[in-house]
């Protein structure tokens, strides 16, 4: 049974810092491309970042600079960095597990709130 778990969430500051965690079992996770996804309400999922099994990696623009994917394979686990958050930041935050067409796996998101 596939499952990503999501965790890290939570309600910070403008300017302030989370980190999310995604542990994956099920999966051959080391050859799955692993990406955040976020969702704000009234709003379409968009892609944040994604990381190849070889280490490749990429962001969407707005967080640029700000945010940093990782993944470390020994612990079956995925990052997500997030630095200097604003409030358009504020969305439900998605962990996708994905290799080739047939094997495409979602968490049930973790909340991240930007306010003061």
């Known amino acids: 049974q596939v499952q990503l778990v999501e965790s890290g969430g939570g309600l910070v500051q403008p300017g302030g810092s989370l980190r999310l965690s995604c542990a994956a079992s099920g999966i051959f996770f080391s050859s799955y491309v692993m990406g955040w996804y976020r969702q704000a309400p009234g709003k379409q999922r968009e892609l944040v970042a994604t990381?190849?099994?070889?280490?490749?990696?990429n962001y969407v623009d707005s967080v640029k600079g700000r945010f940093t994917i990782s993944r470390d394979n020994a612990k079956n686990t995925l990052y997500l960095q997030m630095n200097s958050l604003k409030p358009e930041d504020t969305a439900v935050y998605y962990c996708n597990g994905r290799r080739g067409f047939s094997h495409d796996y979602w968490g049930q998101g973790t909340q991240v709130t930007v306010s003061s």
């Open positions: 990381i190849s099994s070889g280490g490749s990696i």
